[in-house]
Nanobody, 122 residues
Framework: QLQFVESGGGLVQPGGSLRLSCAAS????????VGWFRQAPGKEREGVSC????????FYSDSIKGRFTISRDNAKNTVYLQMNSLKPEDTAVYYC???????????????WGQGTQVTVSS
């Protein structure tokens, strides 16, 4: 099955950190830009960050800029999202998807996984 497997979520206190992983299963990531999205209960899926296939270009939403860092290791077929200074409003299920060019439109992406839950609470 061609999809991502997201992991690394959990419960963390405000101000804490988590590192999410997004491993491609059944396909190679080399040719794709990869985006991290999140979806909170009752809200639409929103773009968080995206990284180009080479890793040289990255994009961040204003809400997480300066706190999150996206990276990738094509040899390991995996993309990462380092999340620091977490806030309660970061609570959501985090997903990653692949597309040929970074976009903030989730409907353009494919290979969605099941997501990983991030909960920021004291």
């Amino acid at each position: 099955q061609l999809q991502f497997v997201e992991s690394g979520g959990g419960l963390v206190q405000p101000g804490g950190s988590l590192r999410l992983s997004c491993a491609a299963s059944g396909f190679r990531l080399n040719s794709y830009d990869v985006g991290w999205f999140r979806q909170a209960p009752g809200k639409e899926r929103e773009g968080v960050s995206c990284i180009s296939s080479s890793g040289y270009t990255t994009f961040y939403s204003d809400s997480i800029k300066g706190r999150f860092t996206i990276s990738r290791d094509n040899a390991k077929n995996t993309v990462y999202l380092q999340m620091n200074s977490l806030k309660p409003e970061d609570t959501a299920v985090y997903y990653c998807g692949a597309y040929y060019a970074c976009s903030d439109r989730p409907d353009r992406y494919g290979y969605w996984g099941q997501g990983t839950q991030v909960t920021v609470s004291s």
